[in-house]
């Protein structure tokens, strides 16, 4: 199983851009690169997905360099309520077993 | 299309006691899985069920233990419970991926059972 490694806070500012890196040195062929975002006291919610290059969907956008050893979640102009955890997960589809939750980074935003 | 539904979202129990805690997955899910939030530990995976079948089980002693019904619905019980367990169980379900598919399921959650030992 890819262990994950993320920052574990981060601070930024009402409508700066965030980016957030993860890095999974062991991460196999098979597997993708996935983002959730929890708030206090809820489940976490799924962000973004991608394999390789670049995936940008209406709320992030996700890069994964060629050697996909490590991600970057990237958050565009950031308000007040994405204050949450940022999680990075690698697995496949095989199993929800195999999706392993690390430490996730704690987001603050100030305004 | 209703989400993942957990019940009861708070509940207090005493030591020793025993809790069960239920969860309804999203229509046409067949996969449910469990996880225990703390946090000093983070969200560790308890055990995957899917089409009534335990698939996987996590790093959990015997006390925790869960089943799935014909419905896809599912319910994990902890018995002779510690201090230790008080924590967000958190149930997620999710689509089976086909055959030879390289996507990861995404994982649609609930927002949790808080339990409280006492």
Redesign the interface.
């Known amino acids: 199983l890819a262990k994950t490694t993320q920052p574990i806070s981060m601070d930024s500012y009402e409508g700066q851009e965030v980016n957030i890196t993860c890095s999974h040195n062991n991460i196999a062929t ?3 690169i ?1 983002w ?1 975002q929890q708030f206090p ?6 962000i973004i ?1 991608g ?1 390789k290059t670049k995936v940008t969907n209406e709320v992030a956008s996700l890069f994964i360099p060629a050697d996909r050893k490590s991600s970057t979640l990237s958050l565009p102009r950031v308000s007040l309520s994405d204050t949450a955890v940022y ?1 990075c ?1 690698v ?14 980074t704690r987001l603050s935003i100030r305004p | 299309k209703a989400g993942v539904t957990q019940t009861p979202r708070y509940l207090i129990k005493t030591r020793g006691q025993q809790v069960t805690l239920s969860c309804s997955p999203i229509s046409g899910h067949r996969s449910v899985s469990w996880y225990q939030q703390t946090p000093g530990q983070g969200l560790q995976f308890l055990f995957e069920y899917f089409s009534e079948t335990q698939r996987n089980k996590g790093n959990f002693p015997g006390r925790f233990s869960g089943r799935q019904f014909s419905n896809s619905r599912s319910e994990m019980n902890v018995s002779t419970l510690e201090l230790g367990d008080s924590a967000l169980y958190l149930c997620a379900s999710s689509l089976e991926g086909t055959s030879g598919s390289l996507t990861l399921g995404e994982l649609f959650f609930g927002e949790g059972s808080r339990l409280t030992v006492l």
């Open positions: 098979n597997d993708y996935t959730y006291s809820q489940g976490p919610r799924f997905q394999y999680y997960l697995g496949d589809g095989s199993s929800a077993s195999k999706i392993i939750f690390g430490s996730g």
